[in-house]
Protein backbone atom coordinates (compact mmCIF):
# COMPACT_ATOMS: atom_id res chain seq x y z
CA UNK A 1 0.00 0.00 0.00
CA UNK A 2 1.73 3.23 -1.25
CA UNK A 3 2.05 5.56 1.90
CA UNK A 4 0.86 8.98 2.37
CA UNK A 5 3.43 11.81 1.94
CA UNK A 6 3.27 14.80 4.14
CA UNK A 7 6.52 16.51 2.26
CA UNK A 8 7.67 18.06 5.20
CA UNK A 9 10.24 20.78 4.60
CA UNK A 10 12.63 21.24 7.68
CA UNK A 11 13.38 25.09 6.92
CA UNK A 12 9.52 26.08 7.43
CA UNK A 13 6.70 26.58 5.86
CA UNK A 14 7.20 26.64 1.62
CA UNK A 15 6.03 29.91 0.34
CA UNK A 16 3.60 29.61 -2.15
CA UNK A 17 5.39 29.95 -5.77
CA UNK A 18 3.49 30.26 -9.27
CA UNK A 19 3.20 26.85 -11.62
CA UNK A 20 6.61 25.81 -13.33
CA UNK A 21 6.92 27.56 -16.92
CA UNK A 22 8.27 26.09 -19.64
CA UNK A 23 11.62 28.04 -20.88
CA UNK A 24 12.94 27.87 -24.14
CA UNK A 25 15.70 25.90 -24.95
CA UNK A 26 18.02 28.76 -25.83
CA UNK A 27 17.03 29.89 -22.01
CA UNK A 28 18.42 26.94 -20.65
CA UNK A 29 21.46 26.82 -22.47
CA UNK A 30 22.28 30.50 -21.67
CA UNK A 31 21.91 29.15 -17.62
CA UNK A 32 23.69 26.28 -18.20
CA UNK A 33 26.82 27.89 -19.95
CA UNK A 34 26.50 31.01 -17.40
CA UNK A 35 27.70 28.80 -14.16
CA UNK A 36 31.03 29.98 -13.24
CA UNK A 37 33.49 27.33 -12.00
CA UNK A 38 35.32 27.60 -8.41
CA UNK A 39 33.33 30.71 -7.28
CA UNK A 40 32.49 31.02 -3.77
CA UNK A 41 29.65 28.56 -2.32
CA UNK A 42 27.44 31.61 -1.52
CA UNK A 43 27.40 32.95 -5.59
CA UNK A 44 26.84 29.06 -6.77
CA UNK A 45 23.74 29.06 -4.37
CA UNK A 46 22.67 32.29 -5.45
CA UNK A 47 22.70 30.99 -9.17
CA UNK A 48 20.87 27.90 -8.53
CA UNK A 49 18.16 29.99 -6.41
CA UNK A 50 17.65 31.92 -9.81
CA UNK A 51 17.54 28.87 -12.42
CA UNK A 52 15.19 26.74 -10.21
CA UNK A 53 11.70 27.41 -11.62
CA UNK A 54 13.05 26.14 -14.95
CA UNK A 55 15.96 24.38 -14.25
CA UNK A 56 13.75 20.57 -15.08
CA UNK A 57 12.81 22.08 -18.37
CA UNK A 58 16.09 23.18 -19.28
CA UNK A 59 17.52 20.58 -18.39
CA UNK A 60 15.33 17.72 -19.60
CA UNK A 61 15.41 20.00 -23.10
CA UNK A 62 19.30 19.33 -23.59
CA UNK A 63 19.11 15.54 -22.70
CA UNK A 64 19.91 15.75 -19.23
CA UNK A 65 20.07 11.94 -17.81
CA UNK A 66 22.02 10.80 -14.89
CA UNK A 67 19.10 10.94 -13.09
CA UNK A 68 17.58 8.28 -14.98
CA UNK A 69 21.05 5.86 -15.56
CA UNK A 70 21.64 6.67 -11.56
CA UNK A 71 18.52 5.19 -10.53
CA UNK A 72 18.36 2.32 -12.11
CA UNK A 73 21.34 1.44 -10.52
CA UNK A 74 20.01 2.16 -7.13
CA UNK A 75 17.06 0.37 -7.47
CA UNK A 76 18.46 -2.37 -8.88
CA UNK A 77 21.18 -2.81 -5.86
CA UNK A 78 18.67 -2.40 -2.66
CA UNK A 79 17.27 -5.50 -2.15
CA UNK A 80 14.44 -4.00 -0.13
CA UNK A 81 13.64 -0.87 -2.52
CA UNK A 82 9.90 -1.53 -2.88
CA UNK A 83 9.49 -1.66 0.84
CA UNK A 84 7.52 0.77 3.40
CA UNK A 85 10.25 0.35 5.62
CA UNK A 86 13.20 1.59 2.95
CA UNK A 87 14.93 4.49 3.85
CA UNK A 88 16.92 6.33 0.83
CA UNK A 89 18.56 10.05 1.76
CA UNK A 90 19.32 12.23 -1.72
CA UNK A 91 22.51 14.73 -0.90
CA UNK A 92 22.22 17.58 -3.98
CA UNK A 93 18.32 16.80 -4.28
CA UNK A 94 18.49 20.31 -6.05
CA UNK A 95 14.63 20.58 -7.72
CA UNK A 96 13.98 16.40 -7.16
CA UNK A 97 14.70 14.65 -10.41
CA UNK A 98 16.33 11.69 -8.42
CA UNK A 99 13.38 11.43 -6.10
CA UNK A 100 10.84 11.98 -9.08
CA UNK A 101 12.61 8.87 -10.92
CA UNK A 102 12.51 6.97 -7.59
CA UNK A 103 8.99 6.79 -6.93
CA UNK A 104 7.88 5.95 -10.48
CA UNK A 105 10.24 2.95 -10.81
CA UNK A 106 8.08 1.73 -7.66
CA UNK A 107 10.36 3.00 -4.70
CA UNK A 108 7.66 2.88 -2.24
CA UNK A 109 9.75 3.47 1.14
CA UNK A 110 10.84 6.94 3.06
CA UNK A 111 12.70 9.16 0.92
CA UNK A 112 14.83 12.66 2.46
CA UNK A 113 16.66 14.85 0.40
CA UNK A 114 19.04 17.33 1.31
CA UNK A 115 20.51 20.53 -0.59
CA UNK A 116 21.72 24.49 0.22
CA UNK A 117 19.18 25.88 -2.70
CA UNK A 118 15.67 26.80 -0.96
CA UNK A 119 14.27 27.33 -4.36
CA UNK A 120 15.48 24.12 -5.86
CA UNK A 121 13.86 22.56 -2.41
CA UNK A 122 10.95 24.10 -3.06
CA UNK A 123 10.17 23.04 -6.34
CA UNK A 124 11.21 19.48 -4.65
CA UNK A 125 8.66 20.09 -2.57
CA UNK A 126 5.82 20.44 -5.23
CA UNK A 127 6.40 16.83 -6.47
CA UNK A 128 5.33 15.46 -3.37
CA UNK A 129 7.91 12.63 -3.70
CA UNK A 130 9.88 13.73 -0.38
CA UNK A 131 8.80 12.27 3.00
CA UNK A 132 11.41 15.35 4.13
CA UNK A 133 13.28 18.07 2.49
CA UNK A 134 16.07 19.46 4.47
CA UNK A 135 18.03 22.66 3.79
CA UNK A 136 21.50 22.38 4.75
CA UNK A 137 25.10 24.00 3.84
CA UNK A 138 27.12 21.09 3.98
CA UNK A 139 30.54 21.47 4.81
CA UNK A 140 33.54 19.47 5.98
CA UNK A 141 34.00 18.81 9.80
CA UNK A 142 30.21 20.28 9.87
CA UNK A 143 27.23 17.79 11.61
CA UNK A 144 24.82 16.89 8.80
CA UNK A 145 22.03 17.68 10.72
CA UNK A 146 19.47 14.87 9.73
CA UNK A 147 17.21 12.96 12.41
CA UNK A 148 19.17 11.37 14.92
CA UNK A 149 20.52 7.60 14.81
CA UNK A 150 18.87 7.26 11.42
CA UNK A 151 20.74 4.84 9.31
CA UNK A 152 20.00 4.68 5.61
CA UNK A 153 19.70 1.97 3.26
CA UNK A 154 20.35 3.73 0.20
CA UNK A 155 22.00 7.18 -0.36
CA UNK A 156 22.53 8.66 -3.72
CA UNK A 157 25.12 12.00 -4.61
CA UNK A 158 24.23 13.00 -8.58
CA UNK A 159 26.17 15.12 -10.09
CA UNK A 160 26.92 17.32 -6.67
CA UNK A 161 30.77 16.19 -5.32
CA UNK A 162 33.27 19.33 -6.41
CA UNK A 163 34.80 21.56 -4.05
CA UNK A 164 32.30 24.00 -5.14
CA UNK A 165 29.29 22.08 -4.00
CA UNK A 166 29.30 19.12 -1.49
CA UNK A 167 33.67 18.32 -0.78
CA UNK A 168 34.75 15.45 -1.59
CA UNK A 169 35.94 14.99 2.06
CA UNK A 170 32.71 14.74 3.12
CA UNK A 171 32.26 11.29 1.56
CA UNK A 172 33.04 9.33 4.65
CA UNK A 173 30.77 10.93 6.40
CA UNK A 174 27.81 10.30 3.87
CA UNK A 175 29.06 6.44 4.37
CA UNK A 176 28.00 7.07 7.76
CA UNK A 177 24.79 8.06 7.59
CA UNK A 178 24.82 3.98 5.39
CA UNK A 179 23.49 0.35 7.63
CA UNK A 180 25.39 -2.39 6.77
CA UNK A 181 24.75 -3.27 3.05
CA UNK A 182 23.55 -0.52 2.14
CA UNK A 183 23.37 0.85 -1.25
CA UNK A 184 25.74 4.21 -2.02
CA UNK A 185 25.29 5.46 -5.55
CA UNK A 186 27.01 8.82 -6.74
CA UNK A 187 29.33 10.67 -9.66
CA UNK A 188 32.52 12.49 -9.98
CA UNK A 189 33.08 14.62 -13.41
CA UNK A 190 35.29 13.90 -15.98
CA UNK A 191 36.43 17.16 -17.10
CA UNK A 192 40.33 18.27 -16.72
CA UNK A 193 39.38 21.55 -14.09
CA UNK A 194 37.47 19.25 -11.68
CA UNK A 195 40.70 16.81 -11.87
CA UNK A 196 41.56 17.82 -8.58
CA UNK A 197 38.10 17.11 -6.96
CA UNK A 198 38.07 13.76 -8.52
CA UNK A 199 41.29 12.69 -7.48
CA UNK A 200 40.29 13.50 -3.78
CA UNK A 201 37.13 11.57 -4.21
CA UNK A 202 38.49 8.86 -5.41
CA UNK A 203 41.02 9.29 -2.55
CA UNK A 204 38.34 8.66 -0.30
CA UNK A 205 36.81 5.64 -1.67
CA UNK A 206 40.46 4.34 -2.27
CA UNK A 207 40.65 4.67 2.12
CA UNK A 208 37.35 3.38 3.02
CA UNK A 209 37.99 0.40 0.53
CA UNK A 210 41.47 -0.70 2.10
CA UNK A 211 39.59 -0.27 5.46
CA UNK A 212 37.24 -2.98 4.46
CA UNK A 213 34.29 -0.19 5.08
CA UNK A 214 32.54 -0.50 1.42
CA UNK A 215 33.25 -2.39 -1.82
CA UNK A 216 33.06 -1.69 -5.38
CA UNK A 217 29.49 -3.25 -6.87
CA UNK A 218 29.99 -0.81 -10.63
CA UNK A 219 31.75 1.80 -12.17
CA UNK A 220 30.79 3.82 -15.56
CA UNK A 221 31.26 6.61 -17.80
CA UNK A 222 28.14 8.18 -18.29
CA UNK A 223 27.28 11.33 -20.86
CA UNK A 224 25.15 13.94 -18.62
CA UNK A 225 23.39 14.49 -21.56
CA UNK A 226 21.85 12.36 -24.72
CA UNK A 227 23.91 12.26 -27.89
CA UNK A 228 27.29 13.45 -26.25
CA UNK A 229 26.29 17.03 -25.38
CA UNK A 230 29.59 19.18 -24.99
CA UNK A 231 30.81 20.49 -21.50
CA UNK A 232 30.79 24.28 -20.57
CA UNK A 233 34.36 24.75 -21.56
CA UNK A 234 35.64 22.40 -24.59
CA UNK A 235 34.02 20.72 -27.11
CA UNK A 236 34.49 17.27 -25.14
CA UNK A 237 31.46 15.32 -24.66
CA UNK A 238 30.11 16.06 -20.78
CA UNK A 239 31.07 13.04 -18.66
CA UNK A 240 31.25 11.20 -15.26
CA UNK A 241 32.19 8.21 -13.26
CA UNK A 242 29.08 6.85 -12.37
CA UNK A 243 29.89 4.69 -9.01
CA UNK A 244 27.95 2.44 -7.04
CA UNK A 245 29.37 0.58 -3.68
CA UNK A 246 28.22 -1.06 -0.81
CA UNK A 247 29.07 -0.73 2.58
CA UNK A 248 30.06 -3.89 4.18
CA UNK A 249 27.66 -5.50 6.99
CA UNK A 250 30.02 -5.44 9.55
CA UNK A 251 31.29 -1.63 9.50
CA UNK A 252 27.17 -0.36 10.26
CA UNK A 253 29.65 2.01 12.92
CA UNK A 254 31.35 5.34 12.08
CA UNK A 255 34.17 5.27 9.99
CA UNK A 256 35.90 8.42 11.00
CA UNK A 257 36.78 9.03 14.66
Not at 31 to 37: D, R
Not at 120 to 149: C, F, G, P, S, W
Not at 221 to 248: P, V
Request: with cysteine; net charge negative; proline share 3%.
Amino acid sequence: MTRSRTNSFRTGSVRSIMPVTTSSSIFGRSMFEKFVPKQPKKKIKTYYDSWAEHYDCDMLDMGYRLHEVATTILMENLENCTDDDCFVIDFGSGTGLIGNKLRKKDFNGILHGVDESRSMLEMANRKHVYDDLYQQHLAVNEKIDITENLLYDGLSCVASFGTEHIHPKMFPDFVNLVKGDGVLVFTAPNHPRDETDKVELESEIKKLVEKETIRKISETTECYFTQGRTSRESHMAATCQLYCYKKNPDNTQFTKF
